[in-house]
């Protein structure tokens, strides 16, 4: 369980993801009505535009979006990572252009803390750095090892006492760097555990693999969180090695290119074999789209551009994902989570599924 002051979420948990603010095209009521239990806001878009100073005012991203559950924000550090070309790293922080309009900013350890309290969402993250996947072991030793003191810094500067604040772990793939890491950011000491530095490149069994040698030692009576993965494969895999909190854009970035997911796979409606078919997308969901409306209507919709069939397979997606995030928490209880899980995976593999990227 996670408790927050916004309410108290049961875990393992898909945090739907809101970079500026909103799901796209979902209303609070659809994330609520869908099961959601925490939403992300991104740190970085959110200081751009609207501005910090604007979302305190409006009494944070609570008050600002009209959600009234748990939020998290993240502290920018994977938009370090992203955006390489328009930033400069150094033990103060990260000097970087704006991806709207150039103008240049600084987020430093304190500076980041300060945004997230402004921002009020219930779990922040300290800044951190999430370097390439491949690149050489002598800049992961330097850049964990900055992380370690960013995060000390973060904890420092933290004053809310109704905000978390979650430490991160890096090291890319090496074994000995996660060790090391794992261990400076516990000795920090921080409410929850985030595992980050994955996603970023490397091969899925070697995400898999790292994460087997780092979420399992992360305190057992902390939340740790996994940063960057939404395909339902990957949401059970992560589940097995004791996961509790993961997010991504997946879900809702998969609709808006016309692909809904299923318990036997993917499907892309602009299929030309979905344009006569009259049936729900998953006649074992019970979401607005599957109960209203047909495969071959939001085919077309899809064909035509139309707004209302990217909300409506987003809406069918969160869905989907949080209540496959359901169905593992009952097994969990069950005592059968892992033999469900491989069976689930089976269907789904067997009729078409397959992770975000085939690597």
């Not at 924000?73 to 033990?91: N, P, W």
């Not at 500067?157 to 979650?166: K, S």
């Not at 902390?222 to 997010?247: A, H, T």
């Amino acid at each position: 369980m996670l408790h927050t002051p916004h309410g108290t979420v049961e875990t393992p948990v898909f945090m739907p993801v809101g970079t500026k603010g909103t799901v796209k095209g979902l209303t609070p009521g659809d994330l609520r009505g869908a099961g959601a239990g925490v939403v992300l806001g991104n740190t970085y878009h959110l200081y751009l535009r609207p501005g910090t100073d604007l979302v305190r005012e409006a009494g944070g991203l609570h008050g600002f979006t009209g959600w009234d559950g748990p939020m998290l924000t993240d502290s920018g550090g994977f938009q370090v990572f992203s955006l390489a070309k328009t930033r400069r790293i150094s033990e103060d922080g990260v000097d970087f252009a704006s991806v709207y309009d150039g103008s240049k900013h600084t987020f430093s350890p304190e500076m980041t803390t300060k945004v997230q309290e402004d921002l009020g969402a219930d779990i922040a993250m300290v800044l951190d750095e999430c370097p390439p996947a491949r690149a050489d072991r002598e800049y992961h030793e330097r850049s964990l090892r900055r992380t370690a003191r960013w995060a000390e810094r973060c904890k420092a500067a933290h004053t809310r006492q109704d905000q978390a604040l979650f430490g991160i772990v890096q090291g890319g793939l090496h074994a000995d760097l996660r060790h090391e890491s794992l261990q400076r950011t516990v000795e920090v000491g921080f409410p929850g555990y985030a595992v980050g530095g994955l996603s970023v490149g490397e091969s899925r069994k070697e995400m898999f693999e790292t994460l087997a040698l780092t979420a399992p030692k992360l305190p057992a009576d902390k939340p740790r969180y996994f940063m960057g993965i939404g395909d339902p494969v990957g949401i059970l895999g992560v589940i097995s090695l004791g996961v509790d909190m993961f997010d991504c854009v997946l879900p809702t970035r998969l609709a808006r290119h016309g692909a809904a997911l299923t318990p036997d796979g993917r499907m892309n409606l602009k299929n030309a074999r979905y344009r006569r078919d009259f049936g729900p997308l998953d006649p074992e969901c019970n979401c607005e789209t599957c109960t209203d409306y047909s495969q071959a209507y939001l085919a077309h919709l899809v064909r035509e551009n139309e707004l209302l069939g990217h909300r409506l397979i987003t809406l069918h997606n969160v869905h989907f994902t949080l209540r496959l995030c359901r169905s593992a928490r009952e097994h969990i209880r069950a005592g059968d989570y892992e033999k469900w899980a491989a069976s689930w995976v089976k269907r789904y593999e067997d009729n078409g599924g397959r992770p975000a990227a085939d690597k």
